[in-house]
């Protein structure tokens, strides 16, 4: 068997930060598999099939990415940021624990990327510069009890939290019920940053206090990020720089 | 003023994991700054100067950075990893809000690296592949009290944790302190994975269940995950397959 799968980050949005490593396997690469928008981000060559799918096919999608890899072909697994990440690793590997003895031999690999908070974050200075948390907002796999627990606990801790899928279509009230839960244990002077398409040409970035942050300020190209009881602005050419001190007194 | 100062991330180890555009703001610089071995991963080329600093001095060092970009030098300072994770961004912003007139229009960027926790993941599988938390280990800048606390509240959250800085000779007991904490709330089934040097030729994963986590199994390379309550391993040629399903029931 010469097949292989490997599941690549390709980052928040810009070439420049695809890793190298993933810029390899895309090459080296018979079948780029995903969804829709991150397979147009592999240009088309000879030589390569590209097999794009809608959002909620996980399943279907990495099952079929591990047949062609066990067929003989050299599979690449797109991801948004980083495949470990709320994203198709663990997709992946949730098929492959269902039947572990037939995939036990197939070559599968992870390579990382650079997660959307962790652009966000460096784009608006450092608000995850000490201890954070991240936390995926959806609740199509978990439920919404779950989500507040943590919520709940994460602003105890005092931890940044991150945000991934803050906002989708059949959640639209889900963003503003986890800032008013926070709202209740954190004081008024957290900032929250909504950082949209990172990187990209629609990047947005926007900061404002934890009680003006509102849902509609995010979308589903929004990563959010709330800082902890010591994260504060310095102001500063063209935008202020967000960050969170590694002292804590 | 021509010159700036960008913070860079150099990701775990690996060329193959340093992004494009950390390696073009590189190839730009002047000057280099950072931690000795890090500084030692950028090689030597005419026009570069390369200022290699002993770990601790972080607050002079930033200092050092700054006054170069303001007169006018092309600056990077090197991180591993993500330099807004437990990192130089933070330090560079401790200077700067110290006197923000005086750096208010220098030209500051940071410019995401994959961080360790992220590149361990990517090695062992995918056991940040749901809700997780970053902690620093280090009580150097912060009270061991809130290191507990937090390490405590994770656990209760069921986040799968990463701890940065587990063991440092000046804090030998400080890893398993941590988790004889976790002991005290989680279950017996989590795993703990030992990162060691990730995609370096000496790395090393180890991966052992909570009870038979031991302090003396991490180094200052280290960064070490434990998994939440459903992360969980998958026999597979080589090693086993490390990973937090995204569903929770």
Redesign the interface.
């Known amino acids: 068997m010469s097949g292989w799968l490997i599941v690549a980050g390709l ?1 928040p949005g ?8 993933v810029s ?1 396997a895309l090459a080296e690469a018979t079948d780029v598999v995903g969804y829709i928008p991150y397979v147009a981000r592999v240009p088309e060559r000879p030589g390569l099939t590209r097999h794009a799918s809608d959002n909620r096919v996980e399943r279907d999608r990495a099952l079929h990415a591990l047949e062609m890899a066990e067929a003989g072909a050299r599979v690449v697994v797109v991801s948004s940021g ?6 198709m ?3 992946i ?2 098929r ?2 269902e039947d ?1 003895t037939r ?4 070559d ?1 690999r ?6 959307a908070m ?2 966000a ?3 608006a ?12 907002l959806s609740d199509n ?3 919404q009890a ?1 989500i507040e ?2 919520l709940a ?2 602003a ?4 940044a939290i991150a945000l991934y899928n803050p906002r989708s279509k059949a959640r639209p009230d889900a963003l503003d019920a986890a800032f008013a839960l926070l709202r209740e244990t954190c004081g008024d002077n957290r900032p929250v940053l909504f950082a949209r398409a990172v990187s990209t040409p629609e990047e947005v970035l926007r900061i404002v206090p934890l009680p003006e942050a509102k849902g509609e300020m995010a979308d589903m190209r929004t990563v959010v990020i709330i800082g902890s009881s010591r994260t ?1 602005m ?4 063209g935008q202020p ?1 967000l ?6 007194p």
Chains 1, 2 share one sequence.
């Open positions: 980052g810009a070439d420049a930060m695809v890793t190298p490593e390899v980083d495949p470990g990440v709320f994203a690793a663990a997709a590997f949730e492959v624990e572990p995939w036990h031999d197939l599968i992870v390579l990382p990327g650079i997660t962790l652009a974050s460096a784009r200075g450092a608000p995850l510069g000490h201890d954070f948390c991240a936390i995926n796999l978990k439920p779950l627990r943590r606990l994460a105890e801790a005092d931890f504060r310095i102001p500063h050419a720089i960050y969170t001190p590694r002292t804590t």
